[in-house]
């Protein structure tokens, strides 16, 4: 139809530079009305800058950008907004101190007057309803108190509202990544539904399937540049992957160490959750990769914290005999300390092994910045950067190499790879299977049931209890899901 040829936005040559970076190279980019744009490439190659560039949230250092073929030269959020341009980012911009309505409201001036907390109230929920069917999310709730799967949850419900400004572009920056495989589910359902009725969508994962299933056109950026662009049905998962310059995708076999010999290994941790009624219990042992799964929020996570803590003070239930460190999924509240260098950020861990008599040597901790920044491949110029100054997936890797550059044996992960690039996440998943070959132990909480491949073993948990306990041999996507939805074990 002639409709699907208007350019809804489209922008020109654009460059950004932050100092001597170069973040945007000269890009031309364009979203169609009634279609589902594809962004894809590795960690740092300019997405999300482009992203805020197209929301108003960065003005660009060169170039032009027209919306309905309107060129704007005084381009900001507010008018991105009254444009019908609409934007989640990855990091979660949502007020904690606030309830789920009030936050509703901030992007609706006219939801106004007497009761105006009930009428965002009854828009909030409406619309979650609508895009997560059972969310289980109170609008009085404050945010703070929400976990991070319904925080992402609130923050996509509040970006498809509308009242007075129309709405014709959402951009989707990791919309998925805390939640779990049956809200992403519903989340990308909707987005079909939305651009089916003429809008628009810019979708970018991690997830190639995601892409691959959702989008109509796909635009691959690498280095600040876009090097692809084609229909979604142009591409496979291994020709995306070759047009983002990272390694081809690869089968993986797991060596893993005979089902006698790892019985027999240390006992590193033995834990029952709260709530467990029967006498089902998590149990790993020297060289174990543990995988904890079933739906967002039921438990899996409180688990992980409560071994956390029962590391340094004693806690019924819970048994740890090693040192234990935590790679913080929610990396912005739980993991990085934004005032901080990379460099500070990566050794935090380590100080009694950096100190040289009463100090911290930097000479030390450079060193053993340097040798993950290296190892693990954290893109930047200078370690010695704030650690705001890298993406997501480059503060996520920097988490990685704090944990995994420390004296812990123990290694807890609550889902760890939001927002990680396809290439980094196997070399993750291979560092991983080393440290356990090491001897490291291995708790490993995802929403991504694929990741559970690489695990020994996998205890599936629902409303808060283990409801399952399966081998690795065992091990089925049916049967996680069968057991997530299942009854819960009394």
Known sequence: MPETQVNIVRLDGVEKHFGAVRALAGVDFKVRAGECVGLVGHNGAGKSTLMHVLAGTLAPSHGGIMVRGAPQESYSVVRAQK?????????????????????????????????????????????????????????????????????????????????DDP?????????TSSLDAHSAGQLLSFVRRFVAGGKSCILISHLLGEILDNADRIVVMRDGKLVATDAASAFDRSSLVAAMGGAELREKTVQRPATAARAQGQLRVRARPARQTDGQELVAREGDIIGLAGLAGHGQTDLLLAIYRAASFRRPGIEVTAPVALVAGDRQSDGIFPEWSIAKNIGVRSLARLRKGLFISRRCEAELATFWQKKIGIRTPDMDNNILSLSGGNQQKALFARALGSDAKIVLMDDPMRGVDIGTKLEVYDLIRDEAKRGRTFLWYTTETEELENCDHVYVFQGGRIVANLNRDELTEEKVIQSSFGEAAE
């Open 83 to 163: 444009l019908g341009i609409r934007c989640v980012f990855q990091e979660l911009s949502l007020c904690p101190n606030l309830s789920v309505a009030e936050n509703a409201r901030i992007n609706h001036a006219s939801v106004r007057g007497i009761g105006w907390r009930r009428k965002a109230a009854d828009m909030i929920l409406s619309k979650l309803t609508e895009i997560f069917p059972g969310h289980g999310i109170d609008p009085w709730d404050i945010v703070s108190d929400l976990s991070i799967g319904k925080r992402q949850m609130v923050e996509v419900a509040r970006a498809f509202t509308v009242t």
């Open 167 to 175: 709405l014709d572009l959402v951009i989707l920056d990791e919309p």
